[in-house]
């Protein structure tokens, strides 16, 4: 009672329109928060987070996940890469993209792929070529690696700022609050013969 | 939490104790709306532990007023996976039956620790056996057909004559002829006839025209569908029976083995409650303040769910006995007392035996980074999958290994994807490593394939350190009140007159940012590499 693998993949490529791909999530989000999050667009089916196999430890998280239907994934995606959406956290917003296969840890195999690999005699031209491209893969890697450091001080810098101004915005907003409270206002109001409406 | 009434019911007496009159023996009784029966197969849960313990109710009765329950322990293949070098690789929902005399072959349990009913059919080929149709067996929560004995650790196919001091015939399956019954049933009016054997059951003497044997045949899935759905008000649940009266003990009792490869658990651990099939936890924003207090081990059960692919592709994932997986599930428990209440909920357990290969190949990569066994594979096709990667090693270096490819995310290169091999010899990934690094294996997309010793990894950090999660200490102390909890909590759009949308917009611009960093990084290496492959003579 085998499902053939092309049956097996077609259901795999269903599956991956129907799943939406989220990250810069916070690491307290869990299943059930993203569940309820996300109902709002439709059923959710699944969640799946993806495990960071990285060297850094405070990385936002990402996660897979699977609604009901097309349309729900595709409305997903629409309102949220329109509108900042925020989940169990303010002010940063989650991002969102549709899922492709390759984000699936789990996929079937595609049919038809080419799987024949050779080995490279070292006398011949192509394992210099080789050896520069392995050189070259390795180069990439540290330069993901620095990219990835660089953009995390850039959001270390921006919640930083934005913390700075909260503050002083929650400061100048006690300040007049407090003026209203203790009546400070109404007598300065009354001295400049102003009115001012009582909150 | 909220207190619920949970309700119990004595079915059909047995007996009198025989030396302690004060001790009635039941056939059946009805616990939170299900119905058991002597001999039944059931589950009882405990903390901590993704999944529940098996067990077959071997004796009931209340002494006392407490209710108390024999069973006979089912195995699963983790349980024993000490024992199970030299048998036949377990199936994959085999348990084993315990056999034997001595320590752990069965417990007395309070009869409140019981979670549900399980299905499980014996496939043995023992001639006692009503040999299970198909579609039996294909319905099955489990099957067993082999014992592990709890003195000798022994696995074995042969059943013999008794399990501790009961007939081994209880453990087979019902003979035919025997009535089915459905959940609705009426009960009691099925008789079977029995050979006549005066059964002695701990030295207590059952009256024989009370042996009838009402069992019947239930699905675990007609549970699931009879029970009534969950609301929220009822999660989590503790019991109003006199819990705090009772002697609350589950015990387990140890084997004698030595501790040697097992992972003792110290402390005490209660049983814990029933968790609802995780399709029903989709409450509403107040769930999200809720789930914090579902014991940690309910969170992750919950966590597993329908969304794990139906096709889990070729085994990648199977059993593998001799490799520790380092679970907390040991073979052999400490007797664990606690005073706490014993909680239960109502719904009987939805077991997704697909989580544990999940769980498992997370424990795998732990313990093979501990034991130097994994290999990072990078330069791969970013659109194999796991069982081509374990082919391909499979075939190029005649090694087995374990392999998953790793996420693509938004930040992965699209070049390259990476997977990690778990191989079952330290020696093997480095001769695996060792071989990539000074030849040279190319795919057929002209890539050379790279490896390095995997490196487990880092630890995660304090959650506080998340950037862009503001919040003001003044702030916090005020949001007791749920309004404001909700608040925050709930999953929303910050409006456009909130402080919180500039902020967020700021945040937004630096996401676009980086996204556009890495498509350009990436666009850039993509060109260096078509470059140097374009000097590839055979490709």
Known sequence: MGISAEKEYADFEDKVKRTVYFDNLSPKVKESVLKTALSQFGTVVGVQFIPNYSQFNNLPLCALIEMESVKDAKSVVAEIANYPFMILGMPRPVRVRPAEAQMFTDRPIKPGQKRQCRWVDPKEPDFQVAKKLKSLARTHAKEALCLLQIQLEEEEKLAKEQAESLKEKYNKFKTIDNLLIDGTMRRLASCYNMNVADE | MSEREVEFKWGKKKAIGKYN????????????????????????????????????LVKIWEDNNKKKIKVVWFFRPIEIRNWLQGVAPPMKNEIFLGSGRGKGLYNVNPLEVLVGKCKVVCSSKDRRNPQPSEIELLMADYVFFRTFDVVTCKISEKMGDKIGDFEIEHFFNQKPGQAQRSLEASKGDKTIARPKKALTIGGDVVDKSLMQRN?????????????????????????????????????????????????????????????????????????????????????????????????????????????????????????????????????????????????????????????????????????????????????????????????????????????????????????????????????????????????????????????????????????????????????????????????????????????????????????????????????
């Open chain 2, 21 to 56: 009159h004060e001790v009635q023996f039941y056939e059946s009784f009805t616990y939170d709306k299900v119905e058991y029966f002597l001999y039944d197969s059931v589950y009882l849960y405990v903390a901590n532990e993704p999944e529940p313990y098996i067990g077959k």
């Open chain 2, 215 to 539: 069992q019947f045949k239930s699905t675990s899935k007609l549970q699931l569908d009879s029970s009534p759905p969950i609301s929220k008000k009822n999660l989590p649940f503790k019991k109003s029976l006199n819990v705090e009266s009772l002697a609350k003990t589950f015990q387990r009792s140890e084997r004698n083995v030595s501790p040697a490869s097992m992972l003792r658990r110290e402390g005490t651990a209660y049983v814990k409650p029933l968790l609802p099939p995780p399709q029903r936890i989709i409450g509403s924003e107040g769930d999200a303040g809720r789930s914090p207090r579902l014991p940690q081990s309910v969170k992750e059960y919950v966590k597993q769910e329908k969304s794990l692919p139906q096709i889990m592709g070729p085994p990648k994932q199977r059993i593998h006995p001799s490799i520790d997986a380092g679970r907390a599930l040991t073979p052999g428990k400490s007797i664990r007392t606690d005073n706490q209440a014993l909680e239960a909920t109502r719904r009987p357990v939805y077991v997704d035996k697909s989580r544990w290969f999940k769980h498992k190949w997370e424990d795998l990569l732990r313990s093979g980074f501990v034991d130097g066994t994994v290999v990072l594979l990078q330069n791969l096709d970013p659109s194999y999958s796991s069982s081509e990667v374990q082919d391909i090693i499979k075939f190029y270096f005649g090694l087995n290994c374990d392999a998953k490819v790793l996420s693509q995310t938004a930040i992965s290169s699209p070049h390259c994807g990476e997977a990690h091999a778990i191989f079952k010899k330290r020696e093997e990934a480095q001769m695996v490593i060792a071989k990539l690094s000074k030849t040279c294996l190319m795919l057929p997309n002209g890539s050379p394939l790279l490896a390095r010793t995997g490196i487990p990894p880092a630890p995660p950090g304090d959650p506080k350190n998340f950037f862009g999660h503001l919040s003001l200490s003044s702030i916090e102390a005020r949001r007791e009140r749920p309004a404001m909890r909700n608040a925050v909590s709930t999953a929303h759009f910050p409006q456009p007159n909130t402080i919180e949308y500039p902020m967020a917009a700021e945040w937004s611009v630096l996401q676009k940012n980086s996204a556009l960093q890495w498509v350009a990084l990436y666009e850039n290496q993509g060109k260096e590499i078509e470059e140097l492959k374009s000097k590839l003579i055979h490709k």
